[in-house]
Each structure stands twice: as structure tokens, then as C-alpha cells.
């Protein structure tokens, strides 16, 4: 059986939060070797339980002397070394990456920050809503005329950071294949967060005015692309914006009227909104699904949290499993020579902290010392 493309490499995981353990999720379903360092008691444990898969974890105190030099023993076998810290407090504990990349020179060092290790936001805090708001995406987010919206997903902290950091060190994971140098890779959730804003940047520089809330091609603004209310109470999802399949779609319900209006504005628009609301509400979900399900035309339910994880289509690409009565996240990304690794439960805090220093020459007394020197 063919072994997941980055069987071999080591990734020392110092992140905590959301962005740096899922991007190391997506190493470790590579095949990477990924060790979760955690401080000893760490409150938050080992982190968010689902993004920790495929991963081994120890505990290990940084401040204390003997944990540093524990660190340093494993970078120097280390390939990848992960951190979320805020700038600055690498160097503070003494394994920035200039002192690292002395020790290892191969080692491929990456920071995810909320701003940059540099510029006039190095040193602020925020989160994903700050990010977002700083990238002008919560500016188009929500319907006209109300406040922006709070999204439901993280975009900046997986789209901006976790996902840049990936193919950030995927990248210096080649360049060392030629030149056997490691390098740093500084990822920016808020540099991520304005390239995700592709769409609605275009539109301000070809138009040269601000996109308005609610009011651009992908908001809502048309009935070609937006969410229906049924019969039931429920929702369904409508993406016919390829004149093809608006056609296809006004012809189905029976509003070929509306063919060459697609994209009216005015009292035109909001008469074809009430007429496609007006026509949505006479069906449930499922009976709408049945009528249009095999209809080109970008059409959906709006599941929730529940129906998404029992969706045929995701349980057919193994995105969801059960292991032992409890739900696992897959990889998402199919590779057909060198597959991804199988989901395996997340580790404990500290669960393999004993075979870590095992492998670096400790006995169990000197492990029994350590632990009850708050070491690990």
C-alpha cells in the first residue's frame, strides 16, 4: 500500500488555538510526524480534539532549563517547527528562529501571526472578527441595509492563516529539496484575510466605488443567486449564475418570464424576488430536492450541523467517520498514488510524552524526575 506523500518528516507543534493545530492537521493526514509540544497542566489541553488527529503529544515546560534543552534535542532532528505565538515571545523564551536554524540549518521555521512579524500591527491582538474587519470582508458581509455579519466560519484564522502556512511550508519543503537549506515562513492571517477578498476587490477597482453590503452578485443581491425559505420552514440554496442555468431554473418553475432579467435592478429585481419566494414557499425542502435535484442549475438545501455529517456526499468521500463511537474529520484533500492517512483519534495531553524522551535516551526514573520537577 502506497505510504502518504510526507512519511518521514518531523514537525515540532507549538501552536495552541485554531490556526496552527489545523494546519499541522493537514501535514500529520500527509504523513508528517507531527509532536504537539504543550506546557505541563496546560488549560487548554491537548486544543480542539477534532483538528489533533493523526498527531502525538507531550508535555514540556520552556522556561524551565532542562525542558529547553529537551527542545533543542528534537529540533535538531525536527524538519518543521510550527508557532503561534505573538511576535516576539519566541525570542524571549530563546527558540526564535535565528537561534534554531543555527542549530538546525535545515529546519523550516513557520510563525502565523494576526498581523505580520512586522509592520506598524506587529504587536496588536485580535482574532478572526478583527482580521476580517481589518480586510474589508465584514464591510460586504451581511444583508443591505443591516449591520455587518459575524461569520459563521473562521475564515481568516483557516483561510488567511492555517491554509497559507500549509502551502507556505510545503513550498520551503521544496526549496530545501534543491538548495538543503531550511528558510521562515511568516504567514499573516490579515494578509490572507484581503487576498480571500478577491471578488469584492476587483469589483471597487473596476467600478471604483465601495461595494455595497448585500448588494454585489455574490451577496444576495440577485434571485439568481440566493436562499429560498420552503414550505416547511426550510431553506434551499440557489447559484444559477451562468445564464444556462438560469434559464433552466425559470423554466422549472414555471417564470420563463424572467429569463433575460436576470440581473435587473429595481422594481424588476424585487419583483422577481417575490415571485421566487412566493414560489419556494408552495413546496417543502424535500420535495423541492426531488423536483430539482438532477436540474442544471447550482441548486441545494441549506443543511444543518447534523444533516451536513449525515450527507451521502460527504460520507461517500470519507470527510466523516466513526471510530469507536466517536465522529472523526478526514483529510479533504485526495491524492491518488500516495493517499492521505486514515483519521486516527487525537491524542491526550501528553500522551506520548514518556516515548518521546524514551527515544532521546531517558530511563524511567530520569522521566519520573522530570515530571516531578514540573519539567514535563
Known amino acids: 500500500m502506497s505510504t502518504p506523500p510526507l512519511r518521514g518528516l518531523k514537525c515540532l507543534d507549538l501552536s495552541r488555538q485554531l490556526p496552527g493545530p489545523f494546519c499541522s492537521m493537514l501535514l500529520a493526514d500527509l504523513g508528517v510526524d507531527v509532536l504537539v509540544i504543550s506546557a505541563p497542566n496546560d488549560p487548554l489541553g491537548i486544543g480542539i480534539p477534532l483538528i489533533q ?37 519566541t525570542e524571549r523564551l530563546g527558540i526564535d528562529y535565528p537561534t534554531l536554524s543555527a542549530l538546525n540549518p535545515r529546519l523550516i521555521y513557520c510563525s502565523i501571526s494576526g498581523y505580520g512579524q512586522d509592520g506598524p500591527y506587529r504587536n496588536k491582538v485580535g482574532h478572526d472578527l478583527n482580521y476580517l474587519g481589518y480586510a474589508g470582508v465584514l464591510s460586504v458581509s451581511g444583508a443591505a441595509g443591516q449591520p455587518p455579519t459575524v461569520m459563521p466560519v473562521q475564515v481568516a484564522d483557516i483561510g488567511g492563516g492555517a491554509l497559507m502556512a500549509a ?18 515562513v511568516d504567514i499573516s492571517m490579515l494578509d490572507g484575510s484581503v487576498v480571500w477578498n478577491v471578488f469584492h476587490i476587483l469589483m471597487y477597482l473596476v467600478r471604483g466605488s465601495q461595494p455595497e453590503r448585500g448588494q454585489t452578485q455574490l451577496t444576495g443581491h440577485y434571485p439568481c443567486y440566493a436562499v429560498y425559505e420552503t414550505k416547511d420552514g426550510k431553506y434551499v440554496t440557489v447559484g444559477a449564475l451562468e445564464p444556462h442555468f438560469w434559464a433552466n431554473l425559470c423554466e422549472r418553475l414555471g417564470l420563463s418570464h424572467f429569463i433575460g432579467d436576470q440581473f435587473a435592478e429595481g422594481p424588476r429585481r424585487e419583483e422577481m424576488f417575490r415571485e421566487f419566494r412566493k414560489k419556494f ?8 430536492l426531488q423536483q430539482l ?34 465522529l472523526l474529520l478526514g483529510c479533504p484533500i485526495k ?26 535516551g531517558f530511563n524511567p526514573e530520569a522521566i519520573a524526575d522530570l515530571r516531578a520537577q514540573g519539567v514535563v
Not at 167 to 184: C, D, E, M, N, P
Not at 341 to 360: W, Y
Open 53 to 89: 488527529r493523526n498527531k502525538r503529544s507531550m508535555t514540556l515546560n520552556l522556561k524551565a532549563q532542562q525542558g529547553r534543552e529537551i527542545f533543542l534535542r528534537l529540533v535538531r532532528e525536527a524538519d518543521i517547527l510550527l508557532e503561534g505565538f505573538r511576535p516576539g515571545v
Open 167 to 184: 502551502v507556505g511550508i510545503l513550498a520551503a519543503l521544496f526549496a530545501r529539496h534543491h538548495s538543503g537549506k531550511g528558510q521562515y
Open 281 to 288: 414557499r408552495e413546496k417543502t425542502r424535500e420535495e423541492w
Open 293 to 326: 435535484g438532477d436540474v442544471d442549475i447550482c441548486f441545494g438545501p441549506v443543511n444543518d450541523i447534523p444533516e451536513a455529517l449525515a450527507d451521502p456526499q460527504v460520507r461517500h468521500r470519507g470527510i466523516v467517520e466513526q471510530q469507536d463511537g466517536k
Open 335 to 360: 491524492l491518488s498514488e500516495n493517499p492521505p492517512r486514515r483519521p486516527q483519534a487525537p491524542p491526550s495531553l501528553g500522551s506520548h510524552t514518556d516515548e518521546v524522551l524514551s527515544s532521546l
